[in-house]
């Protein structure tokens, strides 16, 4: 007999851990041998304990379960365990997250696509542009914010779907006293200026996050980085963001301007919306002749999966990405056409 979390929920095996949870892969049961995977997240015991943390928790997990967007992990369940620990129930991405996928194309010395990059950042603003414009249930306006898009928080699933998880959770652990050092370090670098002025988080704090984390994305590397969460803050205040060009020459120089824009100091410099933002990117990509749909992105996913299983053995130096998964997988499929993104070798 398995043990089941709140006699429904199996617990598999540790997926993850951040500042604040451990993540599980896990599965419900339901009739007839019905199961489906699910993430769980169990809120670590400290913070378990912490009523001002709980209640904020609990308060942002009910709004957010109101977003119903594809490009959102959806939360089906929130509850308490035996002991009495707190456990939020998500759809399961089964997949990389931004940070993985970066890191397979680095594995062997490559940069990412950044047209992949770029159709990654416009699902993610999409997402944040429904939840920016979220309503009550009176109709008015009742903006969610993430607060904190990182390349952790960002999923591209095997089906080449991008999934942005962890919604509004940075929220609770804001308002609680208790803070992990890991936590707000990891979260910091993502900031925008004003947050570290403790302005309050906004459309365009959310877009200076997206800006950074598609800045690292393509340049393979931290932007603002520092030993203790002081001088993280401090580097993210003198706000020196090398340009994209010194790390690889394949940029547009329109996909530069768009990241210079989200990346702007003032905010009121910075895009209006997310929506704003996803369409520059959308109309930059629409002039390339490559293809980045979901099935490009899947197969780009299992590209990369492969690359960091293959790290240490062989060094890799294929032409095409996509086309190579499928060749290594063992099924080298004549059927696929040739949408593959051609790979930069970073210098
Ligand atoms: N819904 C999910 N589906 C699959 N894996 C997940 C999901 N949510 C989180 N993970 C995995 O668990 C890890 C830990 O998640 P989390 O506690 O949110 O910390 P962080 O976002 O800081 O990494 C993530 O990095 C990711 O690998
Ligand atoms: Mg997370």
Redesign the pocket.
């Known amino acids: 007999m398995v043990e089941l979390l709140g006699g429904k929920y199996e617990v598999l095996e540790l997926?993850?851990?951040?500042?604040?949870?451990?993540?599980y892969?896990g599965r419900t049961h339901g009739a007839a041998g019905f199961a489906r995977p699910v993430?769980i997240?169990r809120v670590l015991a400290p913070l378990s304990q912490n009523p001002e943390f709980l209640k904020m928790f609990v308060e942002e997990a009910r709004v957010v379960s109101e977003l119903d967007h594809p490009n959102i992990?959806q939360i089906h369940d929130f509850d308490r365990d035996q002991t009495g620990e707190y456990y939020l129930v998500?759809?399961?991405?089964?997949?990389l997250?931004l940070?993985?996928w970066r890191e397979g194309y680095h594995a062997h010395g490559n940069h990412t696509p950044w047209n992949l990059t770029a159709a990654i950042g416009i699902e993610v603003l999409n997402a944040l542009h429904a939840a920016h414009e979220h309503m009550d249930a009176d109709g008015r306006p009742a903006p969610i914010f993430h607060r904190?898009v990182?390349p952790?928080?960002v999923?591209v699933s095997n089906c080449g779907v991008v999934?942005l998880?962890?919604f509004g959770?940075a929220k609770a652990m804001d308002r609680s006293s208790i803070t992990k050092p890991g936590?707000v370090k990891?979260?910091l670098s993502y900031m925008a200026p004003e947050l570290t002025y403790e302005a309050e988080p906004s459309a365009q704090t959310d877009v200076f996050s997206v800006g950074v984390v598609l800045w690292e994305v393509l340049a393979g590397e931290k932007l603002f980085k520092g030993k203790d969460p002081l001088k993280v803050v401090v580097t993210i205040r003198n706000m020196e963001i090398p340009d994209l060009s010194e790390f690889r020459d394949d940029l547009p120089e329109r996909l530069l301007e768009i990241l210079r824009k989200a990346l702007r100091r003032e905010p009121a410099e910075r895009y209006r919306s997310s929506r704003d933002m996803a369409r520059d990117l959308a109309a930059l990509l629409r002039k390339t002749e490559e293809v980045t749909d979901a099935h490009v992105m899947a197969q780009s996913v299992r590209w990369a999966r492969e690359q960091t299983r293959t790290r240490a053995s062989e060094p890799a130096t294929k032409p095409f990405a996509a086309q190579e998964a499928l060749a290594r997988a063992g099924g080298a499929d004549e059927t696929v056409p040739d949408t593959s993104i051609p790979l930069t070798r970073r210098k």
């Open positions: 997926a993850g851990e951040g500042g604040m949870a451990k993540v892969r993430a997240k992990a998500l759809e399961w991405v089964d997949g997250t940070s993985e904190d990182t952790q928080n999923m999934k998880t962890d959770l936590f990891g979260k």
